[in-house]
């Protein structure tokens, strides 16, 4: 129920759910459109970040993947970090006696009550990144937000979750022209019908406009523009 390609998924380093791409990661080729060669990338080679990878930051239209190859764990063990999963009731209690089809069944069924049908509504998805901001800015945020939703990273900040900030904002169920947000969920922003590209940007920027003047946070689109 997440729509797009293997060959796009490591572009973005796509993740959800508590997983990331790079988590399951071994290696990738791509044809390299300048030099007309099939190239060999590694996870290092890739430059992987949150959201990120090096093929975001060079020329469009330079790379064309054509084969991703995933290393997955032996014995296989469920990741039930998400808070959503944790909370689902197919899963609760269920300990390490949880099956992969019964977390990709809560999956599904979370994201049926969370995010639009892009078969019946047209959306670009989650189109903000969740900022990650240093532990001093967001213990301030929090003395001033008691209900900020915040994660722990492995190196001190944290990451805080976009769609708070933008509900907190008031934009949840509001529209801007042709162009809304989603009324179950702040991170998406949705077509009304005949919304164009230059609709959707707008929206975008009034949204990060709004929650940078109120917490002092950057909000970065996940979409690339072309």
Not at 155 to 161: E, H
Not at 176 to 184: D, I, Q, S, W
Request: glycine share 10%.
């Amino acid at each position: 129920m997440i729509p797009g390609t293997v060959g796009a998924a490591p572009v973005q380093n796509i993740g959800a759910y508590g997983v990331e791409l790079d988590s399951r990661f071994e290696s990738l080729t791509a044809w390299d459109v300048t030099k007309r060669e099939l190239v060999h990338m590694d996870r290092a080679d890739c430059r992987f970040a949150y959201r990120d990878s090096r093929f975001k930051h060079e020329p469009a239209g330079r790379w064309l993947i054509v084969a991703v190859r995933f290393a997955l764990p032996r014995p296989w063990r469920p990741v039930l970090d998400y808070p959503d999963l944790q909370r689902h009731p197919g899963l609760t209690g269920s300990g390490n006696g949880v099956t992969a089809r019964a977390i990709a069944d809560a999956v599904c069924d979370i994201r049926r009550t969370k995010l639009p049908d892009p078969a019946r509504i047209g959306n670009a998805g989650s189109f903000f990144k969740n900022p990650i901001v240093e532990a001093s800015q967001r213990d301030a945020l929090a003395a001033r937000c008691p209900g900020l939703v915040s994660y722990p990273q492995p190196d001190g900040r944290y990451k805080l979750a976009a769609g708070w900030l933008i509900d907190q904002c008031g934009w949840k169920g509001k529209s801007l022209g042709p162009a809304g947000v989603h009324e179950r969920q702040a991170l998406v922003l949705v077509n009304r019908g005949g919304a164009q590209a230059a609709d959707i940007l707008a929206l975008a920027r009034a949204i990060q406009a709004d929650v940078l003047s109120r917490f002092g946070v950057a909000l970065e689109a996940e979409p690339v523009v072309v």
